[in-house]
């Protein structure tokens, strides 16, 4: 990477850059829609986050420039004596800015968060369907460790 990368929580002015990258792969538009104005529904999930201590939306900044998302969830729990962690979802890099670094910058920086929460693991989902993630991910130390399932309801 050329330049510094900066994680910083999200603002409602980022949404439709957001959704944009969200929206830049095969599932994503399955998902998303991105339109002008930005749909309701975008910023009403926006309020909730930004009002829940247990999550936090965040983007990626280079040369002031958004090029990267993700979504952290903390999760209290009972296992190991009542520890909490931390869930990594939606993350995108700006397609133009793949393969060059971000993606490792951008997940460091979220293990340093859930480190200084004092968070027991780090979890994260990927679609089944999204191999280079998984083997990204698993160079990063993770593991594929439990069978992830889910039930549509909408």
Do not use: W
């Amino acid at each position: 990477m050329s330049a510094a990368m900066l994680l910083r929580e999200a603002r409602r002015e980022d949404l439709p850059r957001i959704v944009r990258m969200l929206a830049d792969d095969p599932l994503g538009q399955k998902r998303h829609r991105v339109e002008e104005p930005l749909p309701q529904e975008y910023y009403a999930a926006f309020d909730a986050i930004a009002a829940s201590p247990a999550n936090a939306l965040y983007v990626a900044e280079m040369d002031g420039e958004i090029v990267g998302t993700l979504q952290l969830t903390f999760i209290p729990g009972l296992d190991y004596l009542g520890a909490e962690r931390m869930l990594i979802e939606a993350v995108r890099i700006a397609r133009e800015r793949r393969n060059c670094g971000l993606g490792k910058a951008m997940i460091a920086e979220a293990i340093e968060i859930a480190r200084r929460r004092g968070c027991q693991r780090v979890e994260l989902t990927s679609s089944a369907s999204r191999k280079d993630a998984h083997r990204f991910y698993e160079q990063l130390g993770f593991a594929a460790s439990h069978v992830g399932m889910k039930l549509m309801l909408k």
